[in-house]
């Protein structure tokens, strides 16, 4: 049995890295960020490719009318946009996040931007006011991804989703879970609703999805987004009395960041994970999983075995 886990921050684990000696972690924290191209990831409904690592907003952008930390998100933002990210993705369930990626895009510069947001509440007609309400807080014409946040009365929205797609009002459809419950429901939805997007956890340490909805959604052309790659932080503070293991050089990583983020992005169905900061050298750390070499299927399994012990 895994003994608990206690949430820490990055900052913490950083610190903790002192009292390991030198001789243990600076080999592979002193590696150079890997060059080359980014890594992009096909939507499979069209082709889109899109980076394979994204920027979430749960918790982080939920900040009010704070205008230091709404400058703050804003910055991270701008790093994201420079290091080649395109996905945002948010929900109302996320307090002020949407109005404070709306204060973000109008005091940033990018290429791109894939816009991604939910729906969650009841009825038909309280779905399209929260999506409209949405919308004017993101400050955007329409919205790349809509989907249905936790399912919530699916039925409904997704007859909604499918009209705006028709009429152009939205470019791509799907449904999201963080909770493994439901993951019964969101099997039947991918069985027959003509959707384009999947959002579920996965992670080194939650692989209950490789069984069922991974391969489900590569059956049904879905493209994946994966959530909760850190598990809110967790992971790192599992992490964060180990070394890097030796070999995690054979795969570009520089920090525990990237190895659990490459382990998601390199799965064949997934096509995009969205870590949550509100900090820009967590979203250089991030961004810099997308680059450099990539793990194949033994050494995917490998890293897992390895998460397993720690």
């Avoid at 030796?246 to 995009?272: M, R, Y």
């Amino acid at each position: 049995m895994r003994k608990p886990i206690d949430r820490v921050t990055r900052r913490t684990f950083i610190g903790s890295l002192a009292g390991l000696g030198a001789a243990t972690v600076l080999p592979a924290l002193a590696q150079a960020p890997a060059q080359g191209p980014i890594l992009k990831k096909a939507i499979p409904r069209s082709g889109e490719q899109i980076p394979a690592v994204g920027l979430g907003t749960w918790i982080t952008f939920n900040v009010g009318n704070d205008e230091r930390l709404r400058t703050a998100r804003a910055q991270v933002m701008q790093a994201f946009f420079d290091r080649g990210g395109v996905l945002i993705d948010s929900s109302p369930m996320y307090g002020s996040s949407e109005a404070t990626i709306g204060y973000g895009l109008a005091h940033t510069k990018r290429a791109a931007l894939f816009s991604a947001s939910k729906v969650w509440t009841v009825l038909k007609p309280l779905g399209v006011s929260q999506m409209e309400a949405s919308r004017k807080y993101w400050g955007i014409e329409r919205f790349d991804l809509m989907q249905v946040h936790n399912l919530l009365d699916w039925s409904s929205h997704i007859e909604t989703l499918k009209e705006m797609k028709a009429l152009g009002r939205v470019r791509y459809i799907g449904i999201t879970s963080s909770q493994g419950w439901r993951y019964g429901d969101m099997e039947k939805v991918m069985r027959t609703e003509p959707i384009d997007f999947v959002q579920f956890t996965y992670n080194v340490v939650d692989r209950d999805v490789e069984e069922r909805l991974l391969p489900l959604a590569a059956e049904r052309g879905l493209a994946v987004i994966v959530n909760r790659p850190f598990q809110e932080g967790v992971l790192i503070d599992r992490m964060k009395h180990h070394p890097l293991p030796p070999w995690a050089g054979e795969i570009d990583c520089a920090n525990w960041a990237q190895f659990l983020l490459k382990f998601i992005i390199s799965h064949p169905a997934v096509t995009c994970t969205i870590p949550a900061t509100r900090r820009v050298d967590h979203v250089e750390e991030n961004m810099g999983a997308l680059r450099g070499r990539m793990p194949d299927a033994n050494l995917r399994a490998r890293m897992a075995r390895y998460a397993e012990t720690v």
